[in-house]
């Protein structure tokens, strides 16, 4: 009777109680994922938010010689032609703003309890607070004249799609 009890619990696992067939090295596994997910989240991410940077300048180049339109005509142009060395230079500002974010919402915790839709509302939700955060802070240092604003909210609306796709990437490789 106590066995077919106890194999009726190995079955049907119970929280705090280990199966007898569970391996012992489940646990080592799972602390590995999220050592691993917590060290080298934030530096695919630095990369990754860095690339769709670059690549943000470039669309926006090449979308300011395909639309030189404007709504109103007149003598100025739609959109100006980028300063890149000040905004390669605001790299140094923009890729730690947007880590020290997705750190804050807590995208780097462990994939089994942020599900796809919760991890794609964190990323969002930190991407917003990160280029409000940067907004205030060129605002603050007086770059604000010199800085595209399409650029950043183009770089918002690209970084929130490369960023959860690499995470997806990232969690399925761990």
Not at 21 to 37: G, M, N
Not at 67 to 82: Q, S
Not at 106 to 127: E, G, H, S
């Amino acid at each position: 009777m106590a066995s077919l009890a106890l194999s009726f619990l190995s079955d049907y696992p119970i929280p705090g109680i280990r199966s007898p067939h569970t391996p012992p090295r489940l646990h080592v596994i799972q602390r590995t994922q999220i050592a691993s997910l917590r060290l080298f989240g934030p530096l695919i991410d630095a990369l990754v938010v860095t690339a769709t940077y670059l690549v943000a300048m470039s669309l926006r180049s090449a979308f300011r010689l395909w639309w030189p339109y404007d709504l109103i005509p007149g003598e100025t142009e739609v959109f100006n032609p980028l300063a890149s060395s000040l905004h390669i230079d605001l790299l140094i500002l923009v890729v730690p703003v947007w880590v020290f974010f997705l750190r804050q919402q807590r995208t780097y915790d462990l994939p089994r309890q942020n599900r796809t839709d919760l991890l794609f509302i964190k990323i969002t939700r930190a991407v917003a607070l990160a280029t409000t955060a940067l907004l205030a802070l060129f605002f603050v240092l007086g770059l604000s004249e010199g800085v595209s604003r399409s650029l950043i909210i183009a770089f918002a609306a690209l970084s929130c799609i490369t960023i959860f796709i690499a995470r997806r990437v990232m969690i399925a490789v761990i």
